[in-house]
């Protein structure tokens, strides 16, 4: 069975740092561009970043370039979101999710809030 | 960056008749090495992640109910509901994945009437 699991979210400070985690199981994870999109609360679905099968290819919604660096290991069957300069509209609940054809698979999500 | 536009923003339709949702991008989402268009559809209720529908605009994921048919070409899409059942009420979504950043339209919110 295929999972995804995201864990790193929680209550930071503008300003601060956060990294996410997502760990897959169930399926080659070598093979797959992994996906990060964002929800705000009460909001519709944003598009955040990828990173291809091997790593070295990835891409940024305009807000979030710059401050946000996607990365994974392989070896660990791991995606990373590392985020940086934390804003207030950065709050959201965090989604990775597997690319094949689309995103066919998600994890639960996990919540980031950026509050003082 | 290609924009994605949805309508209507919510829709009420009766148990058993269709349901229609569109999507236009600000520009052709067909991918050229592949020739397909890079639109999928998503479903999201509450308190769950997304789920897939459709790829490649008129492709149903795995385990998809046949009532769900995406079309279109070029810049216009659709996602076809032929008989509305009660749990397909959701939020629907379509996404461009034919040139990062890969964008969402701001969804559709499907109710029964």
């Known amino acids: 069975e295929v999972q995804l699991v995201e864990s790193g979210g929680g209550l930071v400070q503008p300003g601060g740092s956060l990294r996410l985690s997502c760990a897959a199981s169930?399926?080659?994870?070598?093979?797959?561009?992994m996906h990060w999109v964002r929800q705000a609360p009460g909001k519709g679905l944003m598009w955040v970043s990828y990173v291809d099968s091997d790593g070295t290819s990835t891409a940024y919604a305009d807000s979030v370039k710059g401050r946000f660096t996607v990365s994974r290991d392989n070896a660990k069957n791991t995606v990373y979101l590392q985020m940086n300069g934390l804003r207030a509209e950065d709050t959201a609940v965090y989604y990775c999710?597997?690319?094949?054809?689309?995103?066919?698979?998600w994890g639960q999500g996990t919540l980031v809030t950026v509050s003082s | 960056d290609i924009v994605m536009t949805q309508s209507p923003d919510s829709l009420a339709v009766s148990l058993g008749e269709r349901a229609t949702i569109n999507c236009k991008s600000s520009q052709s989402v067909l991918f050229g090495s592949s020739n397909r268009h890079h639109l999928t559809w998503y479903q999201q209720k509450p308190g769950q992640p997304p789920k897939l529908l459709i790829y490649w605009a008129s492709t149903r994921a795995s385990g998809v109910p046949d009532r769900f048919n995406g079309s279109g070409s070029g810049t216009d899409f659709t996602l076809t509901i032929s008989s509305l059942r009660p749990e397909d009420v959701a939020i629907y979504y379509c996404?461009?994945?034919?040139?990062?950043?890969?964008?969402f339209g701001q969804g559709t919110k499907l109710e029964i009437k």
């Open positions: 996404q461009q994945y034919c040139s990062p950043p890969y964008t």
């Open positions: 999710a597997r690319g094949a054809g689309g995103l066919d698979q």
């Open positions: 169930g399926f080659t994870f070598s093979n797959f561009w």
